[in-house]
């Protein structure tokens, strides 16, 4: 699973705001746009280790086509697409396959979805197989279940993962429990997903980390995706689990685009993504935060530090494995999250891995994550509230001194 | 149904009162036995009828009044024939002498925790549950042995269950609040008021898809939800409301009204109490009904559910019943007024049934007799297999947290943890 980025400075710089036409996204990145020859980067994840690219010096954050090997498409297999594109491709083959599938949220039908994760979807499969619910998520939620406890397998959108706050009940007493509670006699095998995360100048309520309350839900899986590759592949996986999974997506990771195989694949639900092998220092994190990492890392790799960057991507349960293994070979952990502070996943990560692997550890583990603050609406605060890349930089050198 | 809509429409609200003593109109128009203002000494004089509602929806239960008085005098209209009749008592009986060896146990110290108990609310969960198939669903509240039973789950298992041994219905992981059968169809069994009324509407949804979108043609499968007075003012309750009728899901809404939640009366917990009007509001029929009647509850709900069935869509049934315990067996129940509770018990389900079974010829004394002495039995049976069931061993406890134990994840040497022989045992470290 190792992936190599070619470019990924670009991620700040994707919109969120104009989520509501994918042919239009624009970078309001505040770093100059100069060198940036077009309105798309490309992210490449093949699989394939090119250790002589990770020594090479990078002087652009951002790629650009000229050197990017990606440049020449039509002799490379799979398809290009974008994120948004990969979960609704990913959703699209699911429902295909099983007429059980069905789909229900704000404005996922008719309207396609306000991140166009369903578009095209209402049409080719009816309004009751996507189906365009009232504002009501507690109770749509609530009939999700219901649903899933009688056949169906659906998938519930929250338009924005802040509002699932209003189905906690839904979520937290009968998705969670009712499989126990019923002695095993119902499943529950739906999905709730929905972008969170802190977006580009969303204001306090549209930038909320759901994933720190869910996480001590007993009986939920937490997976959150941060590439169209595991996008379709973590869509795939939670629908055809029998366990209820969240699926957290990120508001500005919408328009990422890749390249992914034509042919048929799931990611593993439980596991994490090993995304950069490395030797000094494990770097943990998820979602749009990876992005951030892998920028740090290019100038930590030029400075002559050789990071390991591990996507976790399963948010609960942990991945014990990948992230123990890396931990007993560098020895130094860096956590880095969207979450707050105070009980985000990145408190739970570390309190896990002092249990588990605490003779393994040089140096005490570093928690970077955003500021315990309702995150403003000015564009500095807002900057000032997430982690950026020169912190990670910095707690980098910092970690690797002790 | 449909036409009694424009009717409710124009019924203008009562000014706001706290205590609707002081209010002619709420006064006039509601007949409510709340202790909060003393009984009207008219009621009790009406003759072993209920309170006639003011309203011009409720069709049925004044026809079937009718058709009762008519047969006291002459044979022919009789509501049920005999081994409908039987069937009814039997499960009234059922749910009572169930309910009160509950009780009996609990101050035994065989049961603990919550324990709500149905006595006197029979008539509303026989009524209703025996129109239905086994496919069809019923979700429920705390207050569920009585649904659960009357659904067809064996008194044994919910016996076992409540005694929190491994042979309940839910592996004793449930407990008295949370009743489940998927052999029988009963989706819960929840501790919060209102939580169930969306897995209805979820259940009623599943009978449509399939219908509609995985063409099983002949699927009619209707859902029954079941909640109380103090339910009709919570949020979940309206919005599915608006759901079931937009959506027409086959979803029969049964508001078991016994005037009080916990300690809260109806009437001073909500601005209209007349939880039936608040059917039309949303496009669905709203029907009152004489819960402690379960002829004329039978009535009603045969109406709502071939209307279900057919795909007309939902009914809102207000079913006006009354609790002869506390909330719970562990309320002390000091603040009902005991005329009111007096009252409620010369209105007994079963004392009713069994008079009109016997006064119209359809049964010997015997019989009846006969069904409740078999009764005891099986409850008595159900204690003592209840009694001589194991309790849940340590190994029971991490199973059914996933239905896919993978869920669990991945341990540090590379196998699932599910995978760990202690996971068996209920010892691993998850």
Known sequence: MASIFQAVGAARALSSSNSFDSKKFYLTSRESVSERKGSIFVVRSDGRMN??????????????????????????????????EALREGLEEEMDRDPRVCVMGEDVGHYGGSYKVTKGLAPKYGDLRVLDTPI??????????????????????????????????????????????????????????????????????????????????????????????????????????????????????YNLKERIPDEEYICNLEEAEMVRPGEHITILTYSRMRYHVMQAAKTLVNKGYDPEVIDIRSLKPFDLHTIGNSVKKTHRVLIVEECMRTGGIGASLTAAISENFHDYLDAPIVCLSSQDVPTPYAGTLEEFTIVQPAQIVTAVEQLCQQ | ?????????????????????????????????????????????????????QSSIVAVSDVVKQKKTKSSSSLPNLLITKQEGLVLYEDMILGRAFEDMCAQMYYRGKMFGFVHLYNGQEAVSTGFIKQLKKEDCVVSTYRDHVHALSKGVPARAVMSELFGKTTGCCRGQGGSMHMFSREHNVLGGFAFIGEGIPVAAGAAFTSKYKREVLKEADCDHVTMAFFGDGTANNGQFFECLNMAALWKLPIIFVVENNLWAIGMSHLRATSDPQIYKKGPAFGMPGVH??????????????????????????????????RFRGHSLADPDELRDPAEKAHYATRDPITALKKYMIENNLVEEAELKAIEKKIDEVVEEAVEFAEASPVPVRSQLLENVFADPKGFGIAPDGRYRCEDPKFTEGTAHV
């Open chain 1, 51 to 84: 250790s002589g690219r990770v020594d090479k010096l990078v002087t652009n954050a951002v790629a650009t086509k000229a050197d990017s090997a990606a440049a020449s498409t039509a002799s490379k297999p799979g398809h290009e697409l974008l994120l948004f």
């Open chain 1, 136 to 253: 009501a998520e507690n109770s749509f939620t609530g009939m999700a279940i219901g649903a899933a406890m009688t056949g169906l397998r659906p998938i519930v959108e929250g338009m924005n993962m802040g509002f699932l706050l209003l189905a906690f009940n839904q979520i937290s007493n009968n998705c969670g429990m009712l499989h126990y509670t019923s002695g095993g006699q119902f499943t529950i095998p739906v999905v709730i997903r929905g972008p969170g995360g802190v977006g580009r100048q969303l204001g306090a309520e549209h930038s909320q980390r759901l994933e720190s309350y869910f996480q001590s839900i007993p009986g939920i899986q937490m997976v959150a995706c941060s590439t169209p590759y595991n996008a379709k592949g973590l869509m795939k996986a939670a629908i055809r689990s029998e366990n209820p999974v969240i699926l957290f997506e990120h508001v500005l990771l």
């Open chain 2, 1 to 53: 149904m449909s036409s009694a809509f424009s009717a409710i429409n124009t019924v203008q609200r009562p000014p706001h009162a706290s205590v609707s003593q002081e209010n002619p109109s709420v006064r006039s128009s509601l007949p409510f036995l709340g202790s909060t203002h003393k009984l009207r000494p008219n009621s009790l004089h009406k003759n072993g009828a209920s309170i006639r509602r």
């Open chain 2, 289 to 322: 009904v004489d819960g402690m009647d379960v002829l004329k509850v039978r009535e009603v709900a045969q109406e709502a559910v071939a209307r279900a069935r057919r795909g007309d869509g939902p009914t809102l049934v207000e079913c006006e019943t009354y």
